[in-house]
């Protein structure tokens, strides 16, 4: 059974960078469109970016131009996260795209001064 471990989130000041990291047992990313989740307080759980097997990549519109998503087609998919703002505060997730596997624990993203 693939399990999803997101890592790297912390407490950042607004305008700070963070970098997170999602692996997968059993390495599930060839031929899967993978994507980047995060749900605030409250809020639903949106995609905020995905990347393709071919590294194509496409962003959330409140997100674009500050966060780029990579993989290392091994078994590790990236979020940089730049210029964060307070309203980036929220638990972030990796799954499929659309989501097929169970969520994860997700790592939780502070933005605060």
């Known amino acids: 059974q693939v399990k999803l471990v997101e890592s790297g989130g912390h407490l950042v000041h607004p305008g700070g960078s963070l970098r997170l990291s999602c692996t997968a047992s059993g390495g599930i990313w060839s031929g899967y469109f993978m994507g980047w989740y995060r749900q605030a307080p409250g809020a639903q759980r949106n995609m905020v970016a995905r990347i393709t097997p071919t590294h194509k990549t496409q962003y959330a519109d409140y997100v674009k131009g500050r966060f780029t998503v990579s993989t290392d087609d091994a078994d590790t998919m990236y979020l940089e996260m730049n210029s964060l703002e307070p309203e980036d505060t929220a638990v972030y997730y990796c799954?499929?795209?659309?989501?097929?596997?169970?969520w994860g624990q997700g790592t939780q993203v502070t933005v605060s001064s």
């Open positions: 799954n499929t795209v659309p989501a097929l596997y169970e």
